[in-house]
């Protein structure tokens, strides 16, 4: 894979992450685990590679969304802190058992992420029917819900290098009744201490592993800079989008992507 297309893929997730508040892992993770296949990295650290590096792009992205979502009042703080700080104990867990158990390899990690777009799709397609996209019901937020919507968040995050967001924005949005832009300006917020967690937990782990020379544990700081420096500005086109228009359609184009991808992945995963 050459380095203009990594370049035109972090766009796209910068774009993506900054308009929907899920950080860009989505795009991040199965460009990697693509291109470290092709470089024919040792397939022992396939995942936690893949996964490591997109939390480190997720990161950029996500505070690029957080800071201008923030600048447009898009962000509640608190719920942001709360759930970050829920999410905690649940990354170093489940980075623990990525690094540390051989069973999670890349053929899992494609099962895992290929669900996990799937479960994406629906919930975007589910959106578009039932009016996610609208104001969310009235109420006050419940902070029982809120540390578990965190902690799902954490699992979700470090086990498929995406930041959360398809956990936290219907989350926010439907349990914890913020309006649908603030819930994305939220759950970007969200994702940086997310994201910070995850990859300080798999740069600390994977001494000693068969990792590319610019990888410091299983965070290749390297590869990640042509995907999150682009990204970085792409962020804030996403942002300014998803405050001018209706995100409807453009959710509806992005789930047809990742269906694409979901069962890519799946069938590579099992036919493999």
Do not use: N
């Not at 650290?45 to 996500?62: D, F, K, N, Q, R």
């Not at 006050?140 to 954490?154: D, E, H, N, Q």
Request: overall charge positive; glycine content about 14%; proline content about 4%.
């Amino acid at each position: 894979m050459t380095t203009f297309l990594l370049v035109a893929a972090g766009l796209a997730a910068g774009f993506v992450g900054g308009l929907l508040g899920v950080g860009g892992g989505i795009i991040f993770a199965p460009v990697l685990l693509f291109y470290y296949r092709s470089l024919g990295v040792a397939a022992e650290v396939l995942a936690p590679l893949t996964i490591g590096t997109s939390l480190l792009c997720t990161l950029v992205v996500g505070a690029s969304s957080a800071w201008f979502h923030h600048r447009r009042g898009a962000v509640d703080g608190r719920v942001a802190l709360a759930a970050g700080a829920a999410s905690a104990a649940a990354v170093v867990a489940m980075t623990r058992l990525v690094t540390t158990r051989p069973w999670y390899d890349a053929t899992v990690f494609q099962v895992v992420f290929g669900l996990l777009l799937l479960a994406t799709v629906a919930r975007m397609v589910r959106g578009r029917r039932s009016g996610i996209d609208g104001k969310a019901p009235p109420g006050r937020p419940s902070w029982a819900v809120l540390a578990g919507t965190g902690a799902a968040a954490g699992i979700v995050a470090t086990a498929a290098g995406v930041g959360g967001g398809i956990v936290l924005v219907p989350a926010y949005h439907r349990l914890l009744h913020l309006p649908m832009h603030r819930a994305v300006g939220t759950s970007s917020a969200t994702i940086v201490l997310i994201a910070v967690v995850g990859v300080l937990s798999y740069a600390t782990a994977g001494g000693g592993a068969p990792v590319p020379a610019t990888a410091l544990g299983y965070v290749d700081a390297g590869r990640a800079l042509l995907l999150a420096v682009p990204a970085l500005f792409a962020a804030r086109l996403g942002v300014h989008t998803a405050h001018r228009i209706d995100t409807r359609a453009l959710r509806l184009s992005f789930a047809v992507l990742a269906a694409f991808v979901a069962l890519r992945l799946l069938y590579g995963a099992l036919a493999g």
